[in-house]
């Protein structure tokens, strides 16, 4: 997760604690809040890839040879753009951080832009296997890719109005402690979307 | 007495996650959920052969359900408390609480219908089995909406005291992603998307059982926090807001 490193860098005055006990204090990046919902919801991500990997393991052959069919041209393609786009997020934070706000407006429109290319190639992705015959009810690999990338992409929507949200904030000209931690927990949200799909991507289309 | 009377709501409402278990699991025996990509017989023979305890479960479902009221109530009376005035965030909170029994009812109701006539074409008796899980388990949107307006108040309390913390918005916002997939079991019949798979069913059941017992918890706290509110307004003579 990119911002863990570069949040321990960033000075958040903590309301009623003394400067000492602030510096010794491990900082969390966003707010401990956020990570009730993070790591919940990385928890039952488990849970999902732990089903498809059982279901994998009930017709081998099946998942390997439907995996073969997949573009993965593609799915390389939106591995390549999420990362970008994480990239993008951290530069954006650090620069909200610094008051650059142009900067960090620049940086969040990147990020959306690289979440609507992965829409549209999922799209593409979608149109191409359902015109090619690979529809959820083909087989068992099939249904858990549709549900499982659909879910994903349900969360990269999610992260769409997350990065809108991000781009009103990146515009004030000053951020409270709690919209800096707001900032925080949004951009740690993009990082798991983007973490979930790197996943899912060597679960669906590499694993041999 | 109002903390005890409003405590008391916060805890019937986990006595009723409790009862709605031993109703439908116990004694109904309908989770774990039948196969939806069983026949019409197979279907019908599971209401006649189980029949009566389908019935007895279902009868108390539809008894009982309107327990859930109070806890709702309390929720939305909190949810008044932040916004300050009978907004719509508050307004909307009281109208879908209005639905929320009927989730449970409303299915138990098609379910009992699908029990009473073991004799009747099974045909029938899918179609209202059908509704019955159509309801329990695909009608989502009414508590995720009520859930979402319960995260956006907790972020938005901006009072000394506020009444929840900050992580409870988190945690509905949680709950709310991870209820919405329930809502995809009118296309599949088979698979983790159908009404007795993994993603639309059991893991939006636990979630569910979680966020009641939690916001219960979280519903007693701000019930504390309401009444060492008006201690204070007491002490400096005040005049109390109608809550």
């Known amino acids: ?208 | 007495m109002h903390v005890t009377i409003e405590k008391t709501a916060a805890w019937l409402g986990v006595a009723m996650l409790g009862g709605f278990m031993v109703m439908f699991w116990f004694i109904a025996g309908l989770i774990p959920p039948m196969s939806p990509a069983l026949t019409a017989e197979q279907t019908a023979h599971i209401y006649s052969d189980h029949g009566l305890r389908i019935r007895i479960g279902l009868t108390l479902m539809i008894l009982f359900a309107w327990l859930f009221a109070p806890f709702l109530a309390l929720l939305s009376r909190q949810v008044r408390r932040i916004e300050g005035y009978w907004g719509v965030m508050s307004l909307t909170q009281v109208m879908l609480s209005v639905t929320f029994p009927f989730g449970f009812s409303l299915c138990a109701l098609f379910g009992v219908a699908a029990a009473y006539r073991p004799e009747r074409n099974p045909d029938v008796t899918q179609a209202l089995s059908d509704m019955f899980w159509f309801i329990f388990v695909g009608l989502v949107g009414p508590l995720i909406t009520q859930v979402v307006i319960l995260a956006f108040c907790v972020f938005i309390d901006r009072r000394q005291v506020p009444s929840f913390p900050r992580w409870f918005g988190y945690f509905n916002i949680w709950y709310a992603v991870l209820g919405v997939p329930g809502c995809a079991i009118y296309l599949f019949k088979a698979g983790p998307l159908a009404w007795n798979g993994v993603f639309a069913f059991w893991i939006p059941l636990t979630v569910f059982c979680i966020w009641m017992i939690v916001t219960a918890i979280m519903l007693t706290k701000a019930v504390d926090v309401e009444a060492a509110e008006r201690e204070v307004r007491a002490a400096n003579r005040e005049w109390e807001p109608a809550a």
Not at chain 1, 2 to 31: C, D, N
Not at chain 1, 80 to 99: D, K, P, Q
Not at chain 1, 101 to 118: D, P, T
Not at chain 1, 147 to 154: D, K, P, S, V
Request: net charge positive; proline share 3%; with cysteine.
């Open chain 1, 1 to 208: 997760m990119g911002t863990g490193r570069v949040s321990q860098t960033s000075l958040r005055p903590v309301g009623g604690e003394s400067s000492a006990a602030t510096r010794t204090l491990p900082h969390v990046p966003g707010e401990p809040g956020v990570w009730i919902f993070l790591f919940g919801d990385m928890v039952v991500f488990g849970v999902f890839f732990a089903t498809f990997m059982y279901q994998r393991a009930q017709a081998p052959e099946l998942f390997d040879a439907s995996r073969h069919t997949l573009s993965i041209g593609i799915g390389l393609t939106n591995t390549l753009v999420l990362l970008t786009s994480s990239l993008f997020v951290v530069t954006a934070v650090r620069a909200i951080r610094l008051s650059q706000r142009g900067a960090a407006q620049l940086m969040l429109a990147g990020a959306l832009v690289c979440a609507l290319i992965f829409i549209g190639l999922k799209a593409i992705e979608y149109t191409a296997k359902v015109a090619a015959g690979h529809v959820p009810t083909e087989n068992d690999f099939y249904l858990y890719f549709f549900i499982l990338t659909g879910l994903h992409l349900f969360h990269l929507l999610i992260g769409v109005a997350v990065l809108i949200l991000l781009l009103t904030q990146a515009r004030r000209s000053h951020l409270s402690a709690t919209r800096i931690a707001l900032v925080e927990g949004g951009a740690c949200f993009w990082h798991l979307v983007d973490l979930l799909w790197i996943i899912l991507f060597a679960l669906l289309y590499l694993v041999s």
